[in-house]
Nanobody, 123 residues
Framework: QVQLVESGGGSVQAGGSLRLSCAAS????????MGWFRQAPGKEREFVSA????????YLADSVKGRFSISRDNAENRVYLQMNSLKPEDTAVYYC????????????????WGQGTQVTVSS
């Protein structure tokens, strides 16, 4: 059974930082591309970031470029989202996602999804 479990969310003031972590189990993690998405209340889920299986290629949404970064540890079966200079508009539930193809991750067609972790940024 595949599980993606996010952690690291919380409440922070604008300008602060958080590091999200996604622990994967039940899948050959080192050959899966991973991604992060978010969904704010009343809005559609949006792509935030993705990383290839090797970690050699990564993508960021324009809204988070220069503030967020993605990384992965294939030995630990984890993917991370470092979020700096947080803004109130970053408030959302953040989801981890997995697919063998990073293009599919970026296209919202992931095979597996986590349950999400709440991030709240106050002004």
């Amino acid at each position: 059974q595949v599980q993606l479990v996010e952690s690291g969310g919380g409440s922070v003031q604008a300008g602060g930082s958080l590091r999200l972590s996604c622990a994967a189990s039940g899948l050959p993690f080192s050959i899966y591309a991973m991604g992060w998405f978010r969904q704010a209340p009343g809005k559609e889920r949006e792509f935030v970031s993705a990383i290839s299986w090797s970690g050699s290629t990564s993508y960021l949404a324009d809204s988070v470029k220069g503030r967020f970064s993605i990384s992965r540890d294939n030995a630990e079966n984890r993917v991370y989202l470092q979020m700096n200079s947080l803004k109130p508009e970053d408030t959302a539930v953040y989801y981890c996602a997995a697919h063998r193809s990073v293009a599919e991750v970026r296209s919202h067609r992931s095979e597996y999804w986590g349950q999400g972790t709440q991030v709240t940024v106050s002004s």
